[in-house]
């Protein structure tokens, strides 16, 4: 956990974007309230994000700003709903990428020059070069209308299925430590791009790999256990025979 931690600290360092620096956090916090338990109690989400959004006001008012609550809500928290909303309106009406801006290039061009995020943010926003980024389901509906936002849907369900398979076993804390940058991720990036740019896929791989070690640790501490308790009931029968 050190490791990632520092990690996102450094990736923070080098490129400036808050979204690691809030990733860093989140993860430390999430470590810490989960530990070692393998159950998810809801009182305890409840508690994460609430004493987050009570601490961002607290700091911006000790510091006299606003940076703490842009950056840990409207950022995490509105700003990609609403840039949603947007992406729903415009393209409703007007023809869909199908991904020719991106993996499907060789399909033709896409209706537009730019990128969805940057058309949304020129039309909304009325500023050029604004990329009003939004989430996976968004991109969904930029590329495939309604059906895209039921296939990224599904996509992100898929991701969550397989982090459920490979992380059974694992305490809570090591697995939301794992995937929290990636689930902010997808509140921000379209699906396809968390998956592989975003830890994604890295993130289940990590996830396994830890997850066949500590089953492994499990299986060789039972076994111990067991031998440990028939060689106390073979002490204990040679007791009573003698």
């Known amino acids: ?13 080098l490129t400036g974007y808050k979204s690691y ?28 994000f609430g004493g987050a959004i009570s601490a961002a006001g607290v700091m911006d008012w000790v510091t006299g700003s ?3 609550t842009s950056l840990g809500v409207r950022r995490a928290f509105s700003t990609a709903g609403i840039n949603t ?13 199908g991904l020719r801006h991106s993996v499907l290039s060789f ?5 537009f020059s730019t990128s969805p995020a940057k058309l949304i943010g020129s ?16 991109d969904g509906m930029a590329n495939f209308g309604f059906g895209g936002m ?4 599904a996509v992100v369900g898929i991701w969550l299925g397989f982090v459920d398979l490979v992380a059974a076993e694992l305490p809570a804390g090591i697995v939301f430590a794992a995937i929290a940058v990636v689930l902010v991720a997808f509140s921000n990036t379209a699906s396809l791009t968390v998956l592989a740019t975003h830890g994604g896929a890295a993130s289940l791989i990590a996830l396994w790999i830890v997850g066949e070690d500590w089953r492994r640790r499990s299986v060789a501490m039972q ?14 029968g040679d007791a009573q025979t003698l």
């Open 107 to 111: 399909m033709g061009e896409p209706p």
């Open 223 to 236: 076994s111990a256990e067991e031998v440990s308790g028939s060689s106390k009931l073979a002490q204990a």
């Open 66 to 68: 606003n940076f703490f």
């Open 150 to 153: 039921l296939g990224a849907s």
């Open 1 to 13: 956990m050190a490791i990632g931690f520092g990690g996102l600290v450094a990736i923070y360092m």
């Open 85 to 97: 909303g947007y992406f729903i309106d415009f393209f409703e009406k007007h023809p869909k990428y």
């Open 123 to 138: 039309v909304y926003y009325s500023q050029e070069g604004v990329a009003a980024n939004a989430n996976f389901l968004a």
């Open 21 to 48: 620096l809030l990733g860093a956090a989140l993860v430390l916090v999430l470590a810490l309230i989960f530990g070692r338990s393998r159950e998810v109690r809801v009182w305890r989400v409840y508690l994460i």
